[in-house]
């Protein structure tokens, strides 16, 4: 296939899934690592792309990909990422579970636990836990952000605010070389912080997609996390901060 017309079909694969790896266009294009390097280097110094570790992603650092889009994206590592973050949960534990398709996969593994309390700002969250007898499940007052169904403003920090849990599950849009956690939605973003100021402690989950990623609002650091799971092995840098800062690690 001529560069140029791979290059425009990757361009498309980046604009349809926002984020692509580099295994999964050697794979589509049948070529070598070194050929989709080359190809997203170019395409990243022309400013048609953002690369990232292990792949490229789109160039916005304002707009997330949509609900639906992100719901199936990267399914098989949300789910390995989801069962690891339950295994760390206790029965009868307390928790805060926020917005995110990860933070929703991780409800689903969930549902083997028993008696747990949980306080979320995310809708689908509750629609999934709500099943569940022995579960006390507390939903965030707040406006409710149609395209997702997450709950954000300060009602919502208000509200959650009032709860000091064992545990914040938290998923995250970016994380930036420097270990910052990024997401687009100032109001998401107030409500997170919230969450993780009043665990005792933070769980973290990102597939490998989220690194390098650009989002225009800083959550907090990765530093800030006791425990960091995913399905890829961070960029050097971030892993030299989570030891110095000792947040264990889970590669699943």
């Keep these: 296939m001529p560069q140029e017309k791979r290059q425009d ?9 926002s984020f692509v790896s580099i295994d999964d266009l050697v794979a589509h294009f049948n070529v070598t690592p070194q050929t989709i390097r080359r190809d997203l280097n170019q395409l ?28 199936i994206m990267d399914a098989a590592a949300k789910e390995k990422i989801a069962a690891r973050i339950a295994s760390l949960i ?30 979320t700002n995310n809708l689908h969250v509750a629609s999934i836990l709500a099943i569940k007898d022995d579960f ?10 149609h395209r997702d169904g997450g709950i954000i403003g300060e009602a919502t920090e208000d509200f959650i605010n009032q709860f000091k849990m064992d545990f914040g599950i938290i998923g995250i849009s970016g994380i930036d070389e420097d ?14 912080q919230s969450i993780m100021r009043n665990s005792r402690r ?20 990765i530093s ?5 799971v995913t399905d890829t092995q961070p960029p050097e840098a971030i892993n030299e ?8 690690l889970h590669i699943v």
């Design 136 to 145: 006390t499940v507390l939903i965030a007052a707040g406006e409710v952000r």
């Design 179 to 192: 270990g910052s956690l990024l997401d687009f939605d100032f109001r998401e973003v107030r409500v997170a």
């Design 9 to 17: 079909e990757i361009l498309a694969l980046v604009k349809e899934r």
């Design 241 to 248: 901060l989570m030891r110095k800062n000792e947040v264990n």
């Design 44 to 71: 990243a110094n022309d400013n048609k792309l953002r690369r990232h570790h292990g792949g490229a992603g789109t160039v916005s650092s304002v707009t997330n990909t949509e609900y639906t889009k992100r719901k």
């Design 90 to 119: 206790p029965d009868g534990s307390s928790l805060f579970i926020n917005i995110g398709t990860t933070t929703e996969t991780v409800a689903r593994a969930l549902l083997n636990h028993k008696n747990l309390r949980v306080v």
């Design 202 to 221: 933070v769980v973290l989950g990102a597939d490998g997609s989220k690194f390098g990623r650009f989002a225009m609002v800083k959550l907090g650091n």
């Design 224 to 228: 800030q996390a006791n425990d960091f």
